[in-house]
């Protein structure tokens, strides 16, 4: 180049100062020789009005033959309108991303930018820490198993509806619809991150709220014909099986608890003194937020609960539940203990479930004991509606579902009554 002012010769013989010394080749390009001895090479530019510099290298890793190639390009750069620091940057991205492929493919992990990649990382980053253990266990089974198969190593911003309709209709068609709406559901969520995250740009799954089979809500079997519940409570006090078994069906009606709830209960939660068992916020069924700073749920004992509780505490009360397992006492009754109870009883699926004392509680005391419905749904522990609200649910309406329980189990025993007396009265 007939600019160029730096020899070879110059480049050895160049020796530091007390600053650093600036050695110009031309066309911006020069050498920077530090205090310490260390010789750089830079490069000058100008581009849309700024002044910037641009390193090249190390000298003598980088000789000056090689430098001024590098600085040529660079100027090549310049002269199309590029940054050629930016240029450098997206470079550097660019093999970082194709190492990051290319390492995920050897440990079977999905590509940057799927389906299944941006899922993973908001059930990690964000459905783990919001809901409870078991409930992200199940979405995840859910997308590994319905929707990771088909659509997650897809870019994640290049699936659309039709594409996503038809995994669902694989759901579907093995007759599993509620599970196609959970799955469609979370896959709505995973888009949502996507496009807050910049992965994708919209959410597919919301044009797809007409597109799919309705779910066929069926509730809980429930009896809540009165005579019928007078004959279920003679079968239950006739019941030849275990006591324990006997009295968890007992306070099944009486207590109004869910099954999790009554099977899970710890003798450390019951006063009886003091006619109460108060549940602790982390075994309720809440949000995860709720389990850990929630309040706990109280639930009054009427007098037919404590006699029972009593009974039992002779038999079970040297452990720490109130209903262990038949087999050890280190774990609570199974989940199918009083289900099995209640067929052996002659009550199948369709006639009585253990979730359906709930709802045979929630009908028949609003409709023959006149309760006020939020009295209720505060002994049920349904949520309210705002977290204002529950901050202040901790002993909502506690006397009037004092009043209330003691009401439904005389209301319970009068039905037992008639229904041994032979009554088919309505009562």
Same mark, same amino acid.
């Given at each position: 180049?007939?600019?160029?002012?730096?020899?070879?010769?110059?480049?050895?013989?160049?020796?530091?100062?007390?600053?650093?010394?600036?050695?110009?080749?031309?066309?911006?390009?020069?050498?920077?020789?530090?205090?310490?001895?260390?010789?750089?090479?830079?490069?000058?530019?100008?581009?849309?009005?700024?002044?910037k510099r641009l390193s090249l290298g190390v000298y003598p890793a980088i000789g000056l033959k090689e430098a001024r190639s590098k600085a040529e390009d660079a100027r090549k750069l310049v002269r199309d309108g590029t940054d050629p620091s930016e240029h450098r940057q997206t470079l550097k991205a660019e093999i970082l991303n194709r190492r990051e492929v290319d390492r995920l493919a050897d440990e079977g992990l999905p590509p940057l930018g799927s389906f299944e990649n941006v899922a993973?990382?908001?059930?990690?980053?964000?459905?783990?820490?919001?809901?409870?253990?078991? *409930? /992200?266990?199940? #979405?995840?089974?859910? &997308?590994?198993?319905d929707a990771f198969p088909w659509i997650g190593r897809r870019p994640i911003g290049e699936i659309e509806a039709p594409e996503l309709l038809l995994m669902l209709r694989r759901v579907e068609s093995r007759g599993a619809i509620e599970t196609a709406h959970r799955v469609k559901d979370a896959c709505g969520q995973v888009f949502r991150y996507g496009v807050a995250t910049g992965a994708c740009q919209r959410n597919p799954a919301a044009d797809l709220r007409d597109a799919m089979r309705p779910v066929q809500t069926r509730? *809980? /079997?429930?009896? #809540?014909?009165?005579? &019928?519940?007078g004959k279920l409570l003679c079968d239950i006090r006739a019941y030849q099986g275990h006591p324990v078994t006997r009295i968890a069906l007992e306070l099944s009606a009486l207590l109004l608890l869910r099954p999790g709830e009554l099977r899970n209960m710890e003798w450390a939660w019951v006063d009886l003194p003091g006619g109460t068992v108060t549940l602790p916020p982390e075994v309720m069924k809440r949000k995860k937020s709720d389990k850990v700073d929630g309040p706990?749920?109280?639930?009054?004992?009427?007098?037919?609960?404590?006699?029972l509780l009593c009974e039992l505490q002779r038999l079970t009360g040297g452990g720490r539940y109130v209903f262990p397992a038949l087999t050890t006492s280190q774990r609570c009754m199974s989940?199918?203990?009083?289900?099995?109870?209640l067929r052996r009883l002659g009550y199948g699926n369709d006639d009585m479930t253990a979730h359906g004392f709930r709802a045979t509680a929630r009908t028949m005391i609003a409709e023959r004991l006149s309760i006020e419905p939020q009295v209720i749904e505060a002994q049920l522990a349904h949520a309210v509606p705002d977290a204002l609200g529950r901050a202040y649910n901790r002993t909502q309406y506690l006397e009037q579902r004092k009043t209330m329980m003691q009401a439904w189990a005389n209301y319970l025993d009068q039905l037992w009554a008639g229904a041994q007396a032979g009554n088919l009265r309505v009562v």
């Open positions: 180049m007939a600019n160029d002012k730096l020899s070879d010769m110059q480049l050895r013989k160049a020796k530091p100062g007390e600053k650093p010394i600036k050695l110009a080749d031309g066309g911006g390009l020069y050498l920077e020789v530090q205090p310490s001895g260390a010789k750089y090479w830079r490069l000058k530019y100008r581009i849309a009005g700024v002044e993973r990382d908001w059930l990690k980053t964000v459905h783990e820490v919001k809901v409870s253990p078991g *409930h /992200a266990q199940r #979405t995840q089974i859910r &997308l590994e198993q509730h *809980h /079997a429930a009896i #809540t014909d009165p005579v &019928l519940v706990p749920h109280l639930v009054p004992l009427a007098s037919q609960a404590s006699e989940e199918n203990t009083v289900r099995s109870a």
